[in-house]
Nanobody
């Protein structure tokens, strides 16, 4: 079992930046792939970015060039740096983790463990 806790959300103006953190406890995090998803009110959960254990990253087209995912295995933490934020980025952001190997990193069912989410609100 691994427990995930997100932090770093908040209210920011359009064009601003936030850095989300996903801290893991319970297991060594380095062997887990970690993804970030988001869900806006009335919408389905949406893939944002993922990083696997060798450090390969994939970002959704909607955030490519603005968001960066990274990890610090010594701190058991994965980060999502969000720059040039837009009102449409407003959502609850969740991190998720799995030790399984997969070709479907953008799909929520791939991940076994989820955090409680952190709210990101971007004002226009």
């Amino acid at each position: 079992q691994v427990q995930l806790v997100e932090s770093g959300g908040g209210l920011v103006q359009a064009g601003g930046s936030l850095r989300l953190s996903c801290a893991a406890s319970g297991r060594t995090f380095s062997s887990y792939a970690v993804g970030w998803f988001r869900q806006a009110p009335g919408k389905e959960r949406e893939f944002v970015a993922t990083i696997n254990w060798p450090g390969r990253t994939v970002c959704a087209d909607s955030v490519k060039g603005r968001f960066t995912i990274s990890r610090d295995n010594a701190k058991n933490t994965v980060y999502l740096q969000m720059n040039s934020l837009k009102p449409e980025d407003t959502a609850v952001y969740y991190c998720a983790a799995t030790q399984k190997s997969s070709n479907f990193w953008s799909r929520a069912p791939t991940y076994d463990y989820w955090g409680q989410g952190t709210q990101v609100t971007v004002s226009s």
